[in-house]
Structure formats: structure tokens, C-alpha cells
């Protein structure tokens, strides 16, 4: 066990829990924007989607997922941070001029705003997840049918929210940072595990800069759209008399 620990707490194991916990936010937010997307396709859709995963193995697939999920949040930051702080120890004078090195040195404004990045998406994440997970349900009128099936209306409280520019504005920026975090992480994940070499290096990094770019254009993409194209709903379409 202490062996365990001690691999664990060395410069190596940080960066190998840092890229194994990323790999699995990144299949999480891949997943997460696929759902997002259904928001674009219409209500039922979106609504019905989010009820399945609140429903589906009587309610155990979400904690199972959310237990899993909270975990490798909480690794990945803490050891990101450690092998961040572990850097600048290494480094403590700045160098005068930031410039790639070469090899499977990869100097990007991307790789340099890392700590920067990943602490304004963990702060996006507590107000976001109180937004739509603890916002208004059912005993709010957020309520609609399905094929015959009630649920909460989740789609009329994510339109309700994106039809606030300041709202739409502040995720645009979020996704901003999110898409360069992806960008640097992506590659830096297989360089972490040990799986990069000097030669696949460009190919990784490429493969970052393009999952970066998709998925901050796709996430930016909903509330913009919502924003532009989707009128908030009627005060009259809530469920009658449940408003406060
Ligand atoms: C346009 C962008 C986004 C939209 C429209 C959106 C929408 C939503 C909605 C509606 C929920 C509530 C789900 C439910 O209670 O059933 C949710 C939860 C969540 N979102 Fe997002 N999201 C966006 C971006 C992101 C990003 C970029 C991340 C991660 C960096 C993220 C992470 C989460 C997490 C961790 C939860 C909580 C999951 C749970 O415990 O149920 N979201 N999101």
C-alpha cells in the first residue's frame, strides 16, 4: 500500500494520474456533448434523453456514473495542480522568452494557460452544476409528457438560461478555454502514460488541436443557436398552478 502511495506521489505517478483521470473527463465531455446536441433536435428529444439516464438501472446508472465522475474531477485537480506546482519548483525563474524546443517539447499559449484553465472550468462546473442539476423541477412546473410518460422539462429550463446573453457570453468564453485545455491535454495525456514518441508527436498534438477546436465550437455551438434561434417559453406553458 505504501509502495502504492509512494508511486503514486512521485513526479511520474501524478503525471500518469493526471492523463489516465483525463482521458476519462474527455470520453465524459465527448458523451456530454452528444446529449447537448439533442437540445437542437427539440424538446422531447432532449427531454426524454435526460429522463433515461436519471431513470435507467432504477436510478443506479446516474449514481454510479456521478460517484465515478466526482472521482477522476478530484484526481485530475489535485494532481494536475501537484504536477503544475511541480514545474514551477523545477523552474522557479520564468524563462525571458517563451519558445518551443522542439522534440516533444510543445510550447503553445494552450500548454502554458493549463493551471489557468483548468480552475476557471472547475469553477464553470460548481455554477453549472447548480444551475441545471439543482435548478427548478417538477415542483417548480418545469414539467412535461413524453409518450405518455411524465418528466422533468430540463429543455425549458437550458432555453430559458441560454436566452441570457451575459449567460451565453460567459459559456462562450468557458468553452474558449475548455477547447485549448483539450488541445494541450489531449497529447500530453499519451505523453504522460508514456505512449508518445518524438515521431508520433506531431500527429497527437494535431489529434488535440482538432478534438480542442470540436468540441469548444460544438459546446459553444447549443447556446448560441438557443440564443439566436429559440424564444424563450411562456410563462403560460409551465404546468398550472404550481407557479410560486
Ligand atoms: C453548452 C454547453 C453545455 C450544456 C448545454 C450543458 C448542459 C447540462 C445540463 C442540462 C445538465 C443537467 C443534467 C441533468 O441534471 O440531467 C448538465 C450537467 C452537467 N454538466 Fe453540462 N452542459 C454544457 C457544458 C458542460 C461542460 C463543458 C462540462 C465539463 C467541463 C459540463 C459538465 C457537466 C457536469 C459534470 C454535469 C453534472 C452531471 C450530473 O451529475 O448529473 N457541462 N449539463
Do not use: C
Not at 478530484?74 to 524546443?101: I, Q, T
Not at 447548480?130 to 410518460?149: C, I
Not at 508514456?194 to 447556446?223: D, E, I, K, Q
Amino acid at each position: 500500500m505504501s509502495t502504492f502511495v509512494a508511486k503514486a506521489g512521485s513526479s511520474l505517478g501524478k503525471k500518469f494520474i493526471t492523463g489516465i483521470t483525463g482521458f476519462g473527463l474527455f470520453v465524459f465531455i465527448v458523451t456530454h456533448l452528444g446529449g447537448n446536441l439533442l437540445l437542437l433536435v427539440g424538446p422531447d428529444a432532449f427531454n426524454a434523453y435526460a429522463h433515461y439516464l436519471h431513470t435507467a438501472m432504477h436510478g443506479w446508472f446516474l449514481h454510479m456514473a456521478r460517484a465515478g465522475l466526482s472521482a477522476f474531477f478530484l484526481f485530475h485537480v489535485v494532481s494536475g495542480l501537484a504536477v503544475y506546482r511541480d514545474k514551477l519548483r523545477a523552474r522557479p525563474e520564468r524563462y525571458e522568452k517563451m519558445a518551443d524546443a522542439g522534440g516533444t517539447s510543445r510550447k503553445t499559449l494552450s500548454s502554458r494557460t493549463m493551471a489557468f484553465s483548468g480552475l476557471v472550468i472547475l469553477v464553470f462546473l460548481v455554477l453549472h452544476v447548480a444551475h441545471f442539476r439543482f435548478g427548478p423541477g417538477l415542483e417548480q412546473g418545469y414539467v412535461t409528457e413524453v409518450n405518455g410518460v411524465e418528466m422533468r422539462d430540463l429543455y425549458r429550463l437550458v432555453v430559458e438560461e441560454f436566452n441570457k446573453p451575459v449567460v451565453v457570453y460567459a459559456y462562450v468564453f468557458v468553452m474558449l478555454l475548455m477547447g485549448m485545455h483539450v488541445r494541450h491535454g489531449f497529447w500530453s495525456m499519451f505523453q504522460s502514460l508514456g505512449l508518445a514518441r518524438p515521431n508520433t508527436v506531431p500527429t497527437l498534438s494535431g489529434m488535440g488541436l482538432v478534438f480542442g477546436v470540436v468540441l469548444a465550437v460544438g459546446f459553444m455551438l447549443v447556446p448560441l443557436y438557443i440564443l439566436y434561434f429559440i424564444p424563450p417559453p411562456s410563462e403560460a406553458a409551465l404546468a398550472p398552478g404550481v407557479l410560486p
